[in-house]
């Protein structure tokens, strides 16, 4: 460590140097510890940087320089930093002795050591802290070199900190112009603002592509800009919320140019800055022909979503009549083809059963099996298409198409249905209709399913070959039998027992159909 004051000043110089080069607070300050613990020769340099979170003030090293330990944190309420911060001067200790700054020699291999507060004004920034193993070691010129190395450091690190608020506030600035862009930018309202002399500071993208309005166009007047598009009277309102500060709403007019043509709602008001300072105008056109036709377009798509619940809630389950609400397009009107399968269940020997009896109890029966087998049906997410007389018509697949998973929906709900039936807690084919029991004729292929009628009454339907085998082969079928064809029984894997049959003829087919009786579940698969 040099002696003499000329040297001293010679490292005091060169470190501030340094110091002055530093482009950061963190290598500022490992600069100044790095200075003091060289120059010094002593066993250990330390910062402690003052950091203030709300209402809490602490002391962290932040950073340090030597062979000795130091702990990670000062005491804010022990008697150094009290000190430091009321005195604003330095604390000097010679040698370990009872005293109450002790907690200034950082390691227990301490001997001597100073404490320096970096002060700028009435503020204490942090606190540097050099240590040594020999007792006396901080004579007259070291105690120079780091008071004013530490006086130095205080102005610098200051200057820095101010710098990095400054960075940091100008940072938040730009975020706050980037967030106030993009919310004008995703206005779907025309927005326009004038600066103090009349002419145009600011338009959004919206206002941009409505108006036909380009970069070029700013620092205009309005008048410059729209005065082919808006009426005398306008520019008159302009003109007076201009001059009382006065807001108006709701001002409406149509906007036209060869070009443009927009029935619009608009809203001026005035722009004040610092202490009611006016600073120009903002106008917000509202393109009320964009929105009566938003509208429209919102009453379409609430009107199909209403005929759709109100066509499909009575036949489908809730989740299924949901996912058509919410995906209107798998509605097809007019009809789309799709793969399905169709099963018919009619009451055998219903007929003959229902001769000479009350038509009041014949409807009575039905209606007892219809409301149990309905809920059935809608649970294995078929579609009950329709009623006719005594039987039933239901189209797995449509309107909505799960692959094969219909097929096996389809003939566990066939399945169910005949257990409902022989089931002997059942509710409806009681008393004469005791002994009645049904049959299912089930096939699977292409049908057009769609909205098919005429302008007065339309029907969710499907129609093909598809529906005449399922309805020829209910026919083929006897009570308690669900017979399925080959098309159907190549989608069902081994999920179910399956009892083929003679091949059967069909109206309308050249060749002969394979079919098959479902027995039940496969155990063995299940």
């Known amino acids: 460590m040099p002696t003499a004051t000329a040297d001293v000043l010679d490292e005091l110089v060169r470190a501030s140097a340094l110091l002055t080069e530093a482009n950061s607070v963190t290598r500022l300050i490992a600069a100044m ?44 309420n022990g008697e150094l930093v009290e000190f430091l911060e009321e005195s604003e001067e330095s604390v000097v200790l010679l040698e370990r002795k009872n005293s109450p700054f002790n907690e200034l020699l950082l390691d227990s291999n301490s001997a001597s050591g100073v404490a320096l507060p970096l002060v700028t004004g009435r503020s204490l920034l942090g606190v540097l802290i050099v240590n040594s193993r020999e007792e006396r070691f901080y004579g007259r010129a070291r105690l120079q070199f780091l008071d004013s190395l530490a006086r130095i450091a205080a102005g610098v690190l200051n200057n820095a900190q101010l710098y990095r608020e400054l960075q940091e506030h100008a940072r938040q600035i730009e975020e706050l112009q980037r967030y106030q862009e993009n919310v004008f930018s995703s206005m779907t309202n025309l927005l326009v603002t004038t600066d103090e002399s009349g002419r145009v500071h600011y338009f959004n993208r919206a206002a941009a592509e409505r108006f036909a309005l380009d970069e070029a166009r700013v620092g205009l007047t309005l008048k410059d800009i729209f005065g082919k598009g808006l009426t005398k009277d306008v520019f008159k309102t302009i003109d007076t919320v201009e001059q009382n500060g006065q807001t108006v ?37 509202t393109d009320q022909t964009a929105e009566s036709r938003l509208k429209q377009e919102m009453k379409v798509v609430s009107e199909e979503r209403r005929l759709i619940k109100d066509m499909f809630s009575s036949y489908l389950s809730e989740d299924i009549v949901k996912l058509l609400v919410e995906n209107p397009d798998l509605v097809k009107p007019g009809g789309g083809a799709r793969n399905a399968t169709v099963f018919f269940a009619d009451i055998a020997g ?70 409902l039936v022989n089931s002997p807690r059942r509710t409806f084919f009681r008393g004469e209709a005791e002994h009645l029991r049904i049959q299912i004729g089930m096939h699977t292929g292409p049908v057009v399913a769609g909205n098919l009628g005429g302008s007065r009454r339309m029907d969710f339907t499907e129609i093909g070959d598809t529906v005449n085998v399922a309805a020829r082969l209910e026919g083929v079928a006897v009570a308690g039998e669900i017979i399925i ?36 579940i496969d155990q063995q698969s299940a």
């Open 33 to 76: 510890v790095e200075q003091a613990n060289d120059i010094t020769r002593s066993d250990l340099a330390a910062f402690y940087l003052r950091t203030d979170h709300s209402e809490e003030v602490s002391f962290k090293l932040s950073y340090r320089r030597g062979r000795l330990d130091s702990p990670k944190e000062l005491a804010t």
């Open 249 to 285: 709403l709701g001002l409406e007019g149509i906007y036209k140019t060869d070009e443009i043509d927009i029935d619009y709602s608009l809203n001026i008001a005035p722009l004040q800055g610092k202490r009611g300072r006016h600073e120009g105008l903002t106008l917000i056109f």
């Open 350 to 419: 219903y007929t003959n059963f229902s001769e000479g009896k009350d038509p009041a109890s014949i409807v009575k029966i039905l209606n007892e099996f219809f409301e149990e087998a309905e809920p059935i049906i809608r649970r294995h997410r078929g579609y009950l298409d329709k009623y006719i007389g005594d039987c039933i018509m239901a189209v797995f697949g449509v309107p909505v198409d799960a692959g094969e998973e219909d097929t096996v929906h389809a003939v566990t709900c066939a399945l169910e249905l005949q257990m």
């Open 485 to 520: 064809t080959e098309n159907t029984r190549q989608h069902l894997g081994d999920r179910f027992s399956l009892e083929e049959r003679k091949p059967v003829e069909v109206k309308g087919k050249k060749k002969p159909i394979k079919i098959f009786n479902v027995i039940g």
